[in-house]
């Protein structure tokens, strides 16, 4: 039975993915693990078409070896003795060696004087006072809406108490003509009995 090469980089890659899936590790679990994966192996190289597929323990027993493998082309570069004369068509020239400046000619009678500084602008006290000032801004919009909100709050409860009071007025005034109905009828019940006896 023939494998092919790429069934052999299939094997190699996933073995380098897998670790060796020779040497079961960890008691059942391991050997559970090194089954499922032979197993997972097995369908991906059978379904290489490139070559024969085989059943998992004749996979099992497929040698690589993982010392030297197939895939893997070492290019050795070729040794230059550098130091070896006649390594170079051109002679070897030398840069010329650096040139001494002269030494700057001092002015005794000039005096040495820093340079000038530049005047810093005060940016930390700008900026703490912009803060304020957007404090400032903020904290007065902030109570002009909280007037607004209770002024607002103030006129709905206004609102409410106007609509309980008119509701009570006119469960009175009902009240009161139920009162003079019950009234009226009493008389004529009494003028009714005092008919009958």
């Known amino acids: 039975m023939r494998t092919s ?3 052999y980089l299939t094997m190699v890659e996933f073995m380098e993915a897998n670790g060796d899936l020779s040497k079961p590790s960890g008691g059942p679990r391991g050997r559970n693990f090194i089954q499922m994966k032979w197993k ?3 369908g991906l190289l059978n379904s290489d078409s490139s070559g024969d597929p085989k059943s998992e323990d004749k996979w099992r027993k497929e040698e690589i070896s993982t010392e030297m493998p197939n895939t893997q082309i070492i290019l050795k570069e070729p040794e230059i003795d550098w130091n070896a004369p006649s390594t170079s068509s051109q002679p070897t020239v030398a840069p010329p060696p650096p040139t001494e400046a002269p030494p700057p000619v001092i002015n005794e009678e000039e005096e040495w004087n820093p340079p000038p500084q530049k005047k810093r602008k005060n ?3 700008k900026i703490f006072l912009d803060i304020d000032r957007k404090a400032r801004e903020h904290a007065s919009e902030r109570d ?3 007037e607004e909100l ?3 709050r103030l006129r709905v409860r206004e609102f409410e108490v106007r609509e309980r009071v008119r509701q009570r007025d006119e469960e009175l005034r009902m009240q009161g003509q139920w009162l003079e109905f019950m009234k009226e009828a009493m008389e004529a019940f009494v003028r009714f009995m005092e008919r009958k006896s």
């Open 40 to 42: 997972e192996l097995t």
């Open 5 to 7: 090469h790429s069934q």
């Open 123 to 125: 940016n930390l006290t």
């Open 144 to 146: 002009r809406v909280y």
């Open 150 to 152: 209770e002024r607002d």
